[in-house]
C-alpha cells in the first residue's frame, strides 16, 4: 500500500461498528405431559442449538435469543441476550399450558428488545417467535375472548412484518387447534417423534442463515424434513 | 460560461467476506460519466442476494443508467437515469437489485433513489428509506417500484459519495453521517488519491470487521479547482 492509502485505513472512522441483531424468543411448553422424555430432549436441544450458533462466527456475533416457559406460570425463564449467555439450567416441567399468556408475553418483550436496539442505533433483522407445545392451551380456549385477543395478535403481527411466528406441536398436541392459531402463511408443524435435536439443528441452521442475509423479501429457510411431519388437520 | 474544473471522481466495489467464502460474485455495480455538457452521472446498484443473476442486475442497471443523454435539469436526468436502469432490468426477480442516480451539475446536483445504501455530500442527502429490518429492502424490479422510488435535489453541493449497504454502518450513525469516515476519504479524493486506495480500505479489516456485504463507495469531488 501506499502511504496515502495505510493513513486511509488508519484515520478513517467506522460510524456504528456494531453487529445488527437477530432476536428470537423461544416459547416452550413446560407443563406437565412434558416430563421425562420429551423435557430431557428439549434441554438437549437448547445446547444444541446454542452451540450450533456459537460456532459460527457470524451468527455467535448477531444472534440473540430469549426463553419464555409456560407451565405452572408464565415466566420469562431467560430475557434477550448474545448466544452465548444462553444458560445451560435445565428446565423442569410441571402444571398446567398458560399458552395464550406466553404467547403474549413474547410479543411484547420482542418490542421491547426493538426499542432497545433502536435506542441503541442497533440494526436488527425481523425477529422470530418460535413456539413449542405438546398440548392444548388451559388459559383460552377457540372463540373465548383470550383466544381471539391472542390470535389477533399473532395473524397481524406476522401479516405486518412485525415477526415471524413459527409454531410446532409435540405429541399429543392439537394440530387442528394450532393451525387456527399460527399464522395462515405459516401453518403449524408437527414434530416427529424424538426429533428435538434435528429441529434445534434447523433452528440454529436458519438463524444462521438470517443473520449472514441480505434478501429483500424471502428467505430460503433449510428444510424441515429431517423432523417435521405433514400435518393434515 | 462558467469556468469550473471537470469532476474529480473516483470508486471502487468489492465483494464482501461472505461472498468471497461462499463463492460468490460481487452483487454490487457502479459507474460514472462525465458528459460532453459537464454533467456528471454516477449510478451505483446492489445485487439482492436472494436474487439468482442479481449482479448481472446490477451491472446492466447502472450501464442504462451511465449511457443516457442528459437533460439539461439535473432532476430531469436523474428521472432518465432510473427510466433506463428501469427498463434494462424489468420485472424479472432474479435481476432484483437496488438503485442510486445522480445528475450533478455546477450549481445544482439531483439524485434518484429505490432501496438501500445512501448519498451523502456535507450532511446526507438521500438516505437507506424506511425499511426497519437490515435484510429487507426495496428492489427496483418491483411492480409498484415507482411509489418507492425516493427524489432529492440540492443547490451548492461541492462534494458527493454514494455507497451501497455493505458501508452504511461505516458511513452513517442513526442515519447521520459521520464526518470521522467522511472527512479522511474526501481530504484524500481531494489530494489525487485513486480509486486503488478506496478499493483497499473496501476489503480492508476496518470495513469488513462489522460488515460482510459487499461494499461499493464512489467520491466525487464536483468543483476540483
Known sequence: MSVEQVRLEELVEIANPQHPHCATALVLDISGSMQGDKIRQLNEGLSIFRDDVLSDDLARKRVEAGI?????????????????ALPTARLSASGSTPMGEAILRSIELVRRRKDDYRAAGTDYYRPWIFLLTDGQPTDMKPGDAKWNEVTEAVHSGEHS??????????????????????????????????????????LSQSQRRVSASRVGEQLALPSPQGWAEITTS | MLDTAAPLVLGAAVAGPSHIANGLPCQDAYAHTTTADGTLLVAVADGLGSAARSHVGARMAVTAATTIDPAHDPFDTAVAMIEAAREAVGTDPSLACTFIGVAARPNEVAVVHI????????????????????????????????????????LGVRRIAVFTDGCQRAALLRGHAHPGFFDPLFTYAQRGGDAAGIETLLSGPKLSEHSEDDKTLVLAVLDAS
Open chain 1, 161 to 202: 412484518g412485525e415477526f415471524l411466528f413459527f409454531c410446532v406441536g409435540v405429541e399429543p398436541a392439537d394440530m387442528g387447534l394450532l393451525t387456527q392459531l399460527a399464522p395462515p402463511e405459516r401453518p403449524p408443524v408437527q414434530l416427529r417423534p424424538g426429533r428435538f435435536r434435528e429441529m434445534f439443528l434447523w
Open chain 1, 68 to 84: 419464555v416457559t409456560f407451565g405452572s406460570q408464565v415466566h420469562v425463564a431467560h430475557p434477550f441476550a448474545s448466544i452465548d
Open chain 2, 115 to 154: 432501496g438501500d445504501g445512501a448519498v451523502v455530500a456535507d450532511s446526507v442527502l438521500s438516505g437507506p428509506g424506511p425499511s426497519e429490518y437490515v435484510d429487507v429492502t426495496d428492489p427496483l424490479t418491483a411492480s409498484d417500484w415507482r411509489h418507492r422510488v425516493r427524489f432529492t435535489s440540492a
